[in-house]
């Protein structure tokens, strides 16, 4: 099953955060990051690798917590350039089948 | 520098018309993929390559195949597009499995069906 984001779209100020949430039926061994802008393809942001693990860079980061099959990715002081739609992704069990989530929709205003 | 290319960047056919959108990498990376991506939804998974190995999602129509004659290339065909198979196809690649590496993805082909 495709993992679930939500929210599905936020609407941020610049200057303001967000946190966008990735939940998983199936056991999650690992979490991607993508964001993608209208027309682009998808660019990675970030892989978390195990349960616990933090990771950020800039004013970017997400969480994994493995017990809970969740992750969540925290943007702090937003900027316009950070609007796009935010893909959690994950592998299923082994052989490389991998799925994106639902998606969120996040737009940053000045 | 383009690691992931893929061509052409807008593709027409007609429907029924056979199709093949192609993808290459300069990474050298093990794993190829390609998505389908319809508006306003993620990508999905097609099929992808693990060195030669092929491996096909249970939901991929028949109509979709995927040749990958050598580590750089790979190549998507469509037998008989519908108008449903309107899309952007993204290529991917990522060094080994997508457990622990992330994926790389060319800029996409615009496929239109008329």
């Known amino acids: 099953q495709q993992p679930v984001q939500s929210p599905q779209a936020v609407i941020l100020r610049e200057g303001e955060d967000a946190v966008i949430n990735c939940s998983s039926s199936k056991a999650l061994y690992s979490v991607h990051w993508y964001r993608q802008k209208h027309g682009e393809a998808p660019v990675f942001l970030m892989i978390l690798l195990k349960g616990g693990e933090q990771k950020g860079h800039d004013k970017i980061s997400a969480s994994f917590n493995e017990k809970k099959q969740q992750s969540s990715l925290y943007l702090t002081a937003s900027q316009l350039s950070y609007s796009g739609t935010y893909f959690c992704g994950t592998e299923r069990n082994t052989g490389n089948q991998f799925y994106f989530g639902t998606g969120t929709s996040l737009t940053v205003i000045p | 520098d383009a690691m992931v290319i893929q061509n052409p960047r807008y593709q027409v056919t007609q429907f029924g018309k056979p199709v093949t959108l192609s993808c290459s990498q300069t990474?050298?990376?093990?794993?190829m993929y390609w998505y389908q991506q319809k508006s306003s939804q993620a990508p999905k998974l097609l099929f992808h390559y693990y060195d030669k190995d092929f491996n096909n999602e249970a939901d991929t129509p028949d109509n979709f195949q995927s040749r990958r004659p050598n580590t750089s290339f790979c190549f998507l065909d469509i037998r008989s597009p519908g108008l449903g198979d309107a899309a952007m196809y993204l290529c991917?690649?990522?060094?080994?499995?997508?457990?622990?590496?992330?994926?790389?993805f060319g800029p996409g082909t615009r496929l239109t069906v008329t």
């Open positions: 991917a690649t990522s060094r080994d499995h997508a457990r622990s590496y992330e994926q790389y």
């Open positions: 990474l050298n990376h093990n794993v």
